[in-house]
Structure formats: C-alpha cells, structure tokens
Nanobody, 124 residues
Framework: EVHLAESGGGSVQPGGSLRLSCAVS????????MGWFRQGPGTEREWVAE????????FYSDSVKGRFNISRDNAKNTVYLEMNTLKPEDTAMYYC?????????????????WGQGIQVTVSS
C-alpha cells in the first residue's frame, strides 16, 4: 500500500507562491502517474496536474496552466507542486494522489491512493 503525505501549504497573498511536497512511502510509486487535486469551499474536487513516470511528461488543468508546475524526484520518492501567481480562487484543500496506471490522462477514478490533504489559502 502507498502512503502519501503532503506538506508546504499555508496562507499567502494574491500573486504569491507556494511549493507543495508529497512524500510517498510504501509500495514503489516511481512507475505510476502521480497527480494533484484540489477541493475549494463548496466545490467538488477537481484535477489540477499530473506527471508521468520516467519521462516526466506533465499535464495541467486550464485553470492553473502557466502558473503551476508539477515535478517529481523518484530518488526522493517525492512529488512537488510549485504554485505561482496565486489567486484567491486557488484557495482549496490540495491532495496528492497515486494512480494505479503508468500512463496519465485517465481521470480521477484511477487514483486509488490519496494523501490527507493540505490547506492553501490565498487572501489579502
């Protein structure tokens, strides 16, 4: 079983930056797609970004494209989400997740292992 633990959240002013980390332990994850999701107040959980194994190919939702950057360090078993030019609408609980597939792009249903989530608040 894979265990995921997010860190790096907090409060920031609009236009600021934060970097989230997701430490992965348990079964090896380096061969699977990893993703970040978020759930804002009164909204459903939405997909934010994914990164494929070994190739490092990345995918982003339109709402964060150009502002967020997902990366992974397989040697450290860690996935990162660098968030720049943050907006109030980015306020949400952010979740790291591990897919059961090597390839990305198959939606939330293939993510079976989730972290507990970490709060990000963007406010002046």
């Amino acid at each position: 079983e894979v265990h995921l633990a997010e860190s790096g959240g907090g409060s920031v002013q609009p236009g600021g930056s934060l970097r989230l980390s997701c430490a992965v332990s348990g079964d090896t994850y380096s061969g699977n797609c990893m993703g970040w999701f978020r759930q804002g107040p009164g909204t459903e959980r939405e997909w934010v970004a994914e990164i494929s194994p070994s190739s490092g190919r990345t995918f982003y939702s339109d709402s964060v494209k150009g502002r967020f950057n997902i990366s992974r360090d397989n040697a450290k078993n860690t996935v990162y989400l660098e968030m720049n030019t943050l907006k109030p609408e980015d306020t949400a609980m952010y979740y790291c997740a591990a897919s059961i597939l090597r390839s990305c792009g198959f939606g939330e249903s293939v993510y079976k292992n989730w972290g507990q989530g970490i709060q990000v608040t963007v406010s002046s």
